[in-house]
């Protein structure tokens, strides 16, 4: 069974930077996607951030692009992203997310608990 823990949340000035990790256990971890969303507001959709996958391609969603660095560790299976130049509106709760094949087609996504993130101006 996947389980990922994040943690580094908390407060941070507007314009500085925040770095996240997340720890993961479990199998096959190397085979995942590897993703941090967030939930910008209570009641909102999660909405991916970055998504790193398992052959290293990395993708990351406008409102952080060109802000932010994802990164895995497969060998210690710890996932880390780090924003740059934060503004307000990155303050949510943040996710790490494990997206790994099953069988041939199908994809199990595995989350962790989340992490508070607070921008202030």
């Known amino acids: 069974q996947v389980q990922l823990v994040e943690s580094g949340g908390g407060s941070v000035q507007s314009g500085g930077s925040l770095k996240l990790s997340c720890a993961g256990s479990?199998?096959?971890?190397?085979?995942?996607?590897m993703a941090w969303h967030r939930r910008q507001r209570p009641g909102a959709r999660r909405e991916q951030v970055a998504?790193?996958?398992?052959?290293?391609?990395?993708v990351y969603e406008d409102p952080v692009n060109g802000r932010a660095a994802i990164s895995r560790d497969n060998t210690r299976n710890i996932l880390t992203l780090q924003i740059d130049t934060v503004k307000t509106e990155d303050t949510g709760v943040y996710f790490c997310a494990a997206h790994c094949p099953i069988g041939d087609s199908d994809l199990a996504t595995y989350w962790g608990r989340g992490t508070q993130v607070t921008i202030s101006s």
């Open positions: 998504i790193v996958y398992e052959d290293g391609t990395i």
């Open positions: 479990g199998e096959g971890l190397s085979n995942c996607g």
